[in-house]
């Protein structure tokens, strides 16, 4: 319940007077001296200025004393002429927000009888706040039986609820040419109806109390049997019917005026109700105007029925519009009490407005099934975590006025029709736990048995990877998987990207294979925010088609833009280059040895991006991004980026022990002229896998090109350090090594020393 407020404030001495007459008052143009008929045994005099004041009127009368909201009434002097009283509009007794005069009551209203008793003012409007799947609660008679349900007192019917025998043996001819959309259609004549009837007083406060407007006796009958039952009701005129009544879709080119004024063109996958010539209603959503009921109708055809759901399902929001009768027929209503509405709504037309009344026209179809279903008393326990025991659960169920049958702790439940809300045993676990009390569910701690799970030292987690790289200087981003069409083609170079079946932008159509093209937007972004430096990493995942599915590898990128360090005094700034965030990947990795092998990709500099390679396998790429993109993104100055797989990233040495030498290392530097287009790594590769134990390290230091290296070539420079830990390195131990590394080098890869 949302909320729960009274009709109108408290108040006493309010009772219902008769304006016995009506003169001008002596000193003021628009006031009015009345004499009025309170039930005393005097007539009271009361000065009222309200504009619809008259003779014969029956009005609220507040007696002296009486406490309105904001006013108390006393015995007073306006413009020297005495007043008794006052006389109330529906504003002063706070039951509407403006009005125009007095609140006018019938005249057969009684004098001298209390207000709130008349108007039953001592009512209260209980606010329901239903989530969708509680359709059946949706009307009168679906809250009763939720309140019996809840408090466990037996739902009680009225004995005259559908006493009526027709007596006209006229009767509808219906064709439903849709029995899905369709199961259950029932029509009625009714003849004779006294359209100008009043509708009853306490049906319009009701109507009104429930936000529903007063139209006239039948369609205000029609909504007060929706309220109650549940189930939306229309009426037809049955002079303006052409033939018999059709449920089917509609036809190309249709077109339906509405009772709301608006003209719509349908949809072939709207269902109409129809006769031999014309759309007459959109089904379960709103009549239309041209076979309306209106002030000259003396026969209708009252219409009762049960629609598919998901046929009503959206068509309503498609139009714009949002109907009572919609409102219930996409959520499901009774199908089991389609005809007991009509019944009950025949029964109250001819009490109120007359006329004789026909058979009912009735035809059915595959109404939607209830199948049974199985709720284990062992299943509700381990959901629940108490143990109701089968007694409970069965009280419970009765409680619902669900059938059911027990066997061994299994219940067999047949949902009611009203309830399109329960298909498996979790929705029957719900229902046990709502009726129980939540509260009556205690609160209690997990019992489980913990146990360490054992961690791969061999790996390490994207935590860690995560705080190397903001050690590096470097801003995690979480950018979009989807991705513009136009980066994949641009940055990855593919054509073939997994599409988005419902994009949320046009430019976010596809998943990204790469996770450049978001590492370049946050650049932009952060460029036309004036940051000068942006250093910035992100981890996610990649999308692949494959034959099977898909895959979805998790790759971390980074990507580096202007100055190595921040602004400072202490080092001349200098542009980020390859070797920068290339040294940054290598720290990374540390200590796995990374190779990089130059390769062109599409997103990057011709003559400066490198497959990167681990264990000879290829991981990655690294290298600036291509001056064509440079350009198109208009960037001032290339960025360095890298984009590698994390599973590669996470992988690490384990510790091992190795003895540390007493004895002192020795090194020798070598330097050779080798052909330009020589590799280093090549050359470091084929030399170390023939060196002894002795040498430790071997590494290259510089690089020469220029006087006295013929064109063509270039010098490299290396350092070869040697230890032993057994004892000390003698000169010809390590003049032969020497020997055996320029061997190498000479036969292997054509190298000669520099002179």
Known sequence: ???????????????????????????????NVCQVNAGEVEPLQIVCGAPNVHAGARVPCAMVGAELPGISIRKVKVRNVESFGMLCSARELGMAEESNGLMLLPPDAPVGT???????????????????????CLGMLGVAREVAAVTGIRLGQKKDFLSF??????????????????????SRVVRGVNLAAATPDWMVRRLDRSDVRSINAVVDIANYVMLELGQPLHAFDLAKLKGKIQVRFSRPGEELVLLNQQNIKLDP???????????????????????????????????????????????????????????????????AATRDALERVSALILQICGGEAGGVSEVTGALPPRNVIVLRADRARRVLGIDLGVTVISSLLQRLDFAFTEQNGHFHVTPPSYRFDLSIESDLIEELARLHGYDHIPALPPHSALTLLPQNESLQGMSQIRQLLIARDYQEVVTYSFVDKQWEADLAGNDNPVLLQNPIASQLGVMRSTLLGGLLDVLQFNLNRKHERVRIFEIGRCFFPEEAGYVQPQRAAALCFGTVKAEQWGEASRQIDFFDIKADLESLCYPLELKFVASIHPALHPGQSAHVLLNDEPVGWIGTLHPRWQQKYDLPQPAAM???????????????????SRFPAVRRDLAIVVDEAMSVQDLLDGVRIHLPVTVTDLKLFDVYRGKGIDLGKKSLAFKVLMQDTQKTLTDDEVETVMAHIKDILATRFNATLRA
């Open 114 to 136: 209390s207000i709130r008793d008349y108007l039953d003012l001592d009512d209260h409007i209980f606010t329901l706040k239903l989530t969708p799947n509680r359709s059946d």
């Open 269 to 335: 996958d709207m269902l109409v109700v129809a006769d031999d010539v014309s759309v007459l209603a959109l089904a379960g959503i709103m009549g239309g105007e041209s076979s309306a009921v209106s002030d000259g109708t003396a026969d209708i055809l009252l219409e009762s029925a049960f629609f598919d759901p998901d046929v009503i399902a959206g068509k309503a929001r498609r139009l714009g519009l949002s109907t009572d009768s919609s409102y219930r027929f996409e959520r499901g209503v009774d199908f």
């Open 642 to 660: 890298f984009e590698i797989d994390l599973a590669a990233l996470m992988q690490r040495k384990i510790p091992a022990f190795s003895e540390i």
């Open 165 to 186: 025998q027709p007596t006209l043996s006229d009767k509808p001819e219906i064709q439903i040419l849709e029995p899905v959309a369709c199961p259950r259609y029932c």
């Open 1 to 31: 319940m949302e909320g729960l407020e009274s009709v109108a404030p408290a108040f006493e001495k309010i009772v219902i007077a008769e304006v016995l007459s009506v003169e001008k008052h002596p000193n003021a143009d628009r006031l």
